[in-house]
């Protein structure tokens, strides 16, 4: 019993750090403060649902430097 106890508090660590993360990204992210405050709200109120929602359409980190990849080379 002690064993499962050690593994939950362990997931739990886990999602909380990853929830900071992300809502740290979301908060240095340049959006308008709807978009974040949004965002926000969704990872805080839904951890593990808002957390991979985020992780699938939140990031969108393009750099204007970088070279273009052609498909044809």
Do not use: H
Request: hydrophobic share 60%; charged share 10%; proline share 4%.
């Amino acid at each position: 019993m002690a064993d499962n106890s050690l593994w939950s508090l362990l997931v739990l660590i886990l999602l909380i750090i990853a929830d900071i993360i992300a809502v740290s990204k979301v908060c240095r992210s340049g959006r308008s403060t709807l978009v974040i405050v949004l965002w926000t709200l969704l990872i805080f109120f839904f951890p593990v649902g808002g957390l991979l929602i985020w992780f699938l359409l939140g990031p969108r980190e393009y750099s204007a430097n970088a070279p273009v990849q052609n498909a044809v080379s």
